[in-house]
């Protein structure tokens, strides 16, 4: 397997532009979800899903849009941006069982992004 | 959210064991203990989990309070490769859901 991936790496953009972050997993996991890391912080949750067609808005959701339209990939999209989202991105996904269940959570590489 | 408060930062010398603390005073009767850690310039990673016991798995070993209020989290024999940021977080399993809140970690130094 080769787990959560993200794509690209790293990326600069301008002000104002937009752009896609890529995440895929090959576990067939329900759970999947974006977080940002600021320098010397911890991650911030920006959207998750709990399923196909499924999502929710997280801890710091503006200036980001998610949909899953399939098991495997959560795109986040980046509508115009700005220098304060300058940050690393990291995707996530675990299963997604009955209450009570505890299964860990798998994180991607991270994609490191510049806004100027 | 219950909240976690763990040291900002710790050192330890190779080869010796490493106790990390973490205090959640607030917790709950449903939350869960997790740790994860983040080595540089990676994706946080899974270390373990616990309720009540005790826990064990390869790369730890989870001490939790007998009233919950604190927990520890042992590394048995620390290696250089151990040294990243150590994240305790608390997660309520009622609602059936996946969220990780994550604060800003204990920064583990491992020394040659």
């Known amino acids: 397997n080769a787990g959560v991936t993200q794509t690209p790496k790293f990326q600069v953009l301008k002000t104002g532009q937009s752009m896609t972050l890529q995440c895929a997993q090959d576990m067939n996991h329900e759970y999947m979800s974006w977080y940002r890391q600021d320098p010397g912080m911890g991650l911030r949750l920006i959207h998750y899903?709990?399923?196909?067609?499924?999502?929710d808005q997280g801890e710091v959701p503006n200036g980001y849009n998610v949909s899953r339209s399939t098991t495997e990939d959560f795109p986040l999209r980046l509508l115009s941006a700005a220098p304060s989202q300058t940050s690393v991105y990291f995707c996530a996904s675990s299963y997604s069982g009955l209450a009570g269940a505890v299964y860990e959570q798998y994180f991607g590489p991270g994609t490191r992004l510049t806004v100027t | 959210d219950a909240k976690t408060t763990q040291p900002n930062s710790m050192e330890s010398n190779e080869e010796e064991p490493v106790h990390l603390p973490c205090n959640h005073s607030?917790?709950?009767?449903?939350?869960?203990i997790h740790w994860y850690r983040q080595l540089p310039s990676q994706g946080p990673e899974y270390v373990i989990h616990?309720?009540?016991s005790n826990v064990n798995n390869r790369m730890a070993s989870l001490a939790i309070a007998e009233d919950r209020k604190s927990s520890t989290l042992i590394l048995h024999r620390a290696t250089l490769r151990d040294a990243a940021v150590y994240y305790c977080?608390?997660?309520?399993?009622?609602?059936?859901?996946?969220?990780?809140?994550f604060g800003t970690g204990t920064r583990l130094t491992i020394i040659p």
């Open positions: 607030t917790i709950s009767g449903t939350d869960y």
């Open positions: 977080i608390l997660r309520d399993l009622n609602f059936g859901n996946e969220k990780l809140t």
């Open positions: 899903s709990v399923g196909a067609g499924i999502t």
């Open positions: 616990g309720l009540t």
